[in-house]
Every structure is written in C-alpha cells, then in structure tokens.
C-alpha cells in the first residue's frame, strides 16, 4: 500500500500558479529535505509518496539495532540505494508530477529527474566496493537524457563526482547547491554575563554519533579550560557513551542532555550560547548552519567541507585535523563508517592532543574577547539571512535548475 502527501505551500502562494515536484525520498526523510519542503522555490511545492521499500527503511532507522543491521549486514551484501532504484523501476511518479526529485539514488524510470548527492558513494549505499563494480552502470544512468541535474550540497561532494566517474557526457549537469537553514526572529543578547557558555550538538537519536561529531575532543578540551576560566560552562545535547558519562558526569558547569527534546528546548541552548564546539570528524551537518544563524561563531575541524561553511577567522576558527585519522579512501571520498571494527572508528575513539590543544587555543581567543565574538557571530548570521546559506539563494539556484530541467524536457518531447 502506497501512502501519498501533499507537502503545504505556504498559503500565499496559489495551487494554479505551482508545478509539482515528486520528493522521491530513500527511507527515513532527513532535516534538510523539511527545509526545502517548508521553504520551496518560488511556484513549486513537493509531493512524497512513501512505498513499501520506504517505510521499512524508514521504521528500520528509527531502532539503532535494526538500522545497524540494514546499513552494515545488508549494505555489504547489495547496493541498498541502487538495489531501491530499481525495484522502483515500474512504479509511476504521483499525478500531477512534473520533475522528480532524487535524493541520494539513481532513478531508470523514463520521466525527468534530479538527483542529489552527499558523495558519489551514496548512489551505491556508500559502500565503494559496490560503487566501483556499478559504476558503468552509474555512469549510463547519470548521462541518460533524463537525468537533468546533479546537485551536489557543497563543492567537496562535487569533487567526489568528478574525480570518481567518467563525467564525460554529464559534467555540465553537475553543480553546487549550498545547504541552507532558515533565518531566526530574535535579537541576541550580549553584554555581562556571568558564565560563558560553549555548546555541542550532536544526535540524540543514532548512537556513535557523539564521538563521531567530536565531543570527546570538546570534553577533553573543556576540562584543560575550566581550570583557567571559572566562569565558564559547558552544554552537551547528544547520545552520550556509558563509559564516558561515568567519567566525565561529575564535572562541574558541565550539563548534558540526552534523549529527546523538543526544538523550542534546543533552540533556548542555542540562543544563550556564546561559542559552538563541534570538531567533527564527519561530513557538514546543519548543526553548523543552525549555529551560524543563531548569531555563535564556529570552532570546527578542516574535515572535507567544514572550511566551506565556517571561514576561518571571519566567521569562526577552522582547526587542523587529527593526522591519525583515515579520512579519506581514495580520490576525496569520505572513509567515514559505523563499522566499531574499522581503523577509521577505532582511531576517533582515541582523542588527538594536537586537536585539543589547537581546539583549547581557539576557544580561549573567543573566551577572552568579546568583540570578536560578536563579530564573528554577526558574519555567520549575515551568511544564513543574505548569503551564500541563505533561503534565497539555495531557492534561487534550486528554481533555475527546475525551470531549466522542464524547459529542456518539453524540448525533448516535442522532437520525440
């Protein structure tokens, strides 16, 4: 059975003046699709129709155990992504639909298309051994008439489709799309406080993110400044490993929040914050953008494409990564995996000292100067209101990528 959702325009936009646009999402639809669903380009809106394939993936993600056991058992046994692609081969698009909207898997069915892409891997369920043995395949599909775009979230994932496949006969659908997260109604308050408050936001919802997202480092780093800043504190919002809350649970000014919260509860984390710890060692998340637009300056790691969204010195700090650390595999590709066995996990679970030393040199800065932090704060925010993670600039490049998708599929019909 096929469930079927109109995703709302805003009401100041009429139904007659809008073309549809299917979100053809894999499983579990994340944060950032709600963004471009609430906050469409002008005259579109979205459609989601949740198929058999979806809502097992979907319910699959929601329990840790089951979404390991998808993502490590399954995934090393077939290209879950392209495996979904093409059990869907048959299945019609929703009526109305103009332009289909791929999230992270290819589409074979004859209809136009846009897909977009965290990296290259992720057509294949970001397994490289399957993306290599599929990527003639990969390559076919991406060059086929209907295949419109390729978008891309930041410039590094544009390097992946680059260096990774034979782009000849569809490099010129490539393109960059900046993630973006909306604007915040509120005034930030500066001036004498009596603590200094340094924030962390990792999941609350899939366990291994916490190391993964650097708050080890951040817990590391926190205790060396406490010992020189009485005045400071620190606020934790993620899962949080037993071993570690055991050890660090005592601490004082230390809070964390595990579990589920709501936004209005985050949201006051983020608005009395003074400075944003995440020196992550995985891909951008929103969490930056989410900060940025709260008015905090960034300290984050020089990973893949964090320098593409906090610009050392102007809107926060970029420290060095750890060099202990796999990266990458090969070609810019993220070497990034849940698997507890890997070199790459077992490595971020041992904190580098160089990182913590550089992470507590930056924060300091911030710590003892105020108008630095305003600055900074000011610079990130003015990029999420009129800049390059604004609304308007995500929509007005997301529309002319639609217009241009439909133009040349009408062309394309009328020679048929």
Known sequence: MKEQYLLQLPSHIQRNQVKTVYLDVAGKMHSLYKN??????????????????????????????IYSIQEKALGKIIPINLAKAWLERLKRPPKGTALTYATGHLIFRKEPWVVDLEFVTQLAGYNIKHFKRCKRLIEKVLSSEDCKRIICWTK???????????????????????????????????????????????????????????????????????????????????????????????VGNLKLIEGLISWEQLEQEFKTADIFLFPTHATPGLAILDAM????????????????????????FVIERSKRVPYYIENFIPNWSYDPTSKFMRTIKTVDPKVVEELVEKTGILIEDEELRRRMGRAGRQEIENGRFSMIARNRKMKKIFDEALESSGKTREMS
């Not at 637009?293 to 926060?316: F, H, Q």
Request: charged share 25%; net charge positive; glycine share 6%.
């Open 293 to 316: 637009s709260y008015e905090l300056p960034v300290i984050t790691t020089d990973v893949w494409a964090n320098p593409e969204m906090v610009e050392n010195g102007k809107t926060g």
């Open 156 to 250: 590094a994932a544009k390097k992946t489709v680059l260096y990774n496949l034979n782009c000849e006969h569809f490099a010129h659908k490539v393109e960059v799309v900046r993630l973006a997260v909306p604007k915040k109604n509120f005034t930030k308050e500066y001036g004498h406080k009596e603590k200094i408050k340094l924030l962390f936001v990792g999941s609350a919802n899939i366990l291994g993110e916490f190391e993964y997202k650097g708050g080890q480092e951040v817990l590391e780093a926190f205790l060396i400044l406490r010992k020189k800043y009485s005045n400071l504190e620190l606020v934790i919002r993620s899962d949080i490993p037993k071993a570690t809350k055991a050890r660090y649970g005592s």
């Open 36 to 65: 471009l669903v609430d906050y469409p380009p002008h005259r579109y809106q979205f459609i989601t129709q949740c198929t058999g394939w979806d809502m097992v993936s979907s319910a699959a993600s929601k329990t840790n155990a």
